[in-house]
Antibody
């Protein structure tokens, strides 16, 4: 069974750094892309970027380039999303999702990681 | 950027109703469109890909149609488990994948 399991909820202060994770199992992790999707409270879905764990090739949405860093460690089947300096506006649910090719639909999703940034 | 516009934003319907949700793209995306269902507090779930292909395990009451710039998701007979928010997503270009704003299907 394909599974993407994300790290737990985080509460941070503005200016702090954060790295959340997404661990894949049940499939060849290096042969599929992993995307990150943001959902702000009460809002819709926004594609942030995508990584191919096989070679760490990464593409960012222009809206998120420079704001976050997407990475992966194929030795432990895990993708990451990180911030160097959080803002209150980063408060959201973050999902990882799997796709077969870089421009595709997402056939499996993580359960989501809620990030709350508040002073 | 390709903008995706869903309508309506909210839909009130009863169990057994036929429900249709529309998604319009700001430029042609061929058939590179997916539909998802999201329930409160849960991750989205893939229903339809390539505009009309039903994902494995998804009930046959869900169907998708369209190409180019106009697409529809139809639920032939609404069931209690179908009350949720539905999103379309275009994947015509890897440079920026975009979602529609969502359609919430509520109990009438």
């Amino acid at each position: 069974e394909v599974q993407l399991v994300q790290s737990g909820a985080e509460v941070k202060k503005p200016g702090e750094s954060l790295k959340i994770s997404c661990k894949g199992s049940g499939y060849n992790f290096t042969s599929f892309w992993i995307a990150w999707v943001r959902q702000m409270p009460g809002k819709g879905l926004e594609w942030m970027g995508i990584i191919y764990p096989g070679d760490s090739h990464t593409i960012y949405s222009p809206s998120f380039e420079g704001q976050v860093t997407i990475s992966a460690d194929k030795s432990i089947n895990t993708a990451y999303l990180q911030w160097s300096s959080l803002k209150a506006s980063d408060t959201a649910m973050y999902y990882c999702a799997r796709s077969v090719v870089v421009a595709s639909y997402f056939d499996s999703w993580g359960q989501g990681t809620l990030v709350t940034v508040s002073s | 950027d390709i903008q995706m516009t869903q309508s309506p934003s909210t839909l009130s319907a009863s169990v057994g109703d036929r429900v249709t949700i529309t998604c319009r793209a700001s430029q042609s995306i061929s058939s590179w469109l997916a539909w998802y269902q999201q329930k409160p507090g849960k991750a989205p779930k893939l229903l339809i890909y390539k505009a009309s292909s039903l994902e494995s395990g998804v009930p046959s009451r869900f169907s998708g149609s369209g190409s180019g710039t106009e697409f529809t998701l139809t639920i032939s007979s609404l069931q209690p488990d179908d009350f949720a928010t539905y999103y379309c997503q275009q994947y015509n270009t890897y440079l920026l994948l975009t979602f529609g704003g969502g359609t919430k299907v509520e109990i009438k």
